[in-house]
Nanobody, 125 residues
Framework: QAQLVESGGGSVQAGDSLTLACAASGQTFSTYTIGWFRQAPGKEREFVAAIIGSVPAYADSVKGRFTISRDSAKDTVFLRMDNLKPEDTASYYC????????????????????WGQGTQVTVFS
């Protein structure tokens, strides 16, 4: 059964760094677009970053602070988060899909077919 598993979440102070990992199992996701989304309590799930092949893309809110990368040999995608802020507090989810489908691009949930279970990131001020 194909699945994605996130790891690396935790509780940190503002200004600290964390690196999340999204590992694939059951099938290879090396040719998929991999996205990271986050969801805070009471809010909708929002786009954070994606890697399309080897090309990264970021939401404006994290640009310059977060870095997405892919290790194809390990079929794992990483999200390094630097200079974390309290507003980054959320559950973080990785997803596998395509760059574009039916009028929607990689920043939209609707192009993703596989989702991980999420990992919690809490940033204290």
């Amino acid at each position: 059964q194909a699945q994605l598993v996130e790891s690396g979440g935790g509780s940190v102070q503002a200004g600290d760094s964390l690196t999340l990992a999204c590992a694939a199992s059951g099938q290879t996701f090396s040719t998929y677009t991999i996205g990271w989304f986050r969801q805070a309590p009471g809010k909708e799930r929002e786009f954070v970053a994606a890697i399309i092949g080897s090309v990264p893309a970021y939401a404006d809110s994290v640009k310059g602070r977060f870095t997405i990368s892919r290790d194809s040999a390990k079929d794992t995608v990483f999200l390094r988060m630097d200079n974390l802020k309290p507003e980054d507090t959320a559950s973080y989810y990785c997803a596998a899909g395509v760059r574009y489908r039916g009028g929607y691009y990689y920043s939209d949930l609707r192009v993703y077919d596989y989702w991980g279970q999420g990992t919690q990131v809490t940033v204290f001020s």
